[in-house]
Nanobody, 131 residues
């Protein structure tokens, strides 16, 4: 059974930090790009960041560049999202997703392409940033 389980969300004040984790199981983790997405109330789901296993390349949405850092530990089948300098507009449910099409995953993170077609999704973790 394929599973992606996110954790690490919570309530934080503006300017604070959180680290999200996504633990994967049930598929060949090393062969997949893993991405983080978020969905704020009343808004479409949008890409935040993704990371590729083969060379560790990382990609970010413009809105989080310089504040968020994605990393992965293939020995633990885990991807992390370190979020610093959080803003109230970062409030959302954060999801991780995996897809074997690396180019497609990069495209949905860095553009407005619909992300819902990615292979696997977690159930999300809520991040709330207070002003």
């Amino acid at each position: 059974e394929v599973q992606l389980v996110e954790s690490g969300g919570g309530l934080v004040q503006a300017g604070g930090s959180l680290r999200l984790s996504c633990v994967a199981s049930g598929f060949a983790f090393d062969d997949y790009a893993i991405g983080w997405f978020r969905q704020a109330p009343g808004k479409e789901r949008e890409g935040v960041s993704c990371i590729v296993s083969s060379d560790g390349s990382t990609f970010y949405a413009d809105s989080v560049k310089g504040r968020f850092t994605i990393s992965r530990d293939d020995s633990k089948n885990t991807v992390y999202l370190q979020m610093n300098s959080l803003k109230p507009e970062d409030t959302a449910v954060y999801y991780c997703a995996a897809d074997s099409d690396i180019v497609h995953t990069i495209a949905v993170v860095t553009t407005t392409l619909d992300p819902y077609g990615l292979d696997y999704w977690g159930k999300g973790t809520l991040v709330t940033v207070s002003s």
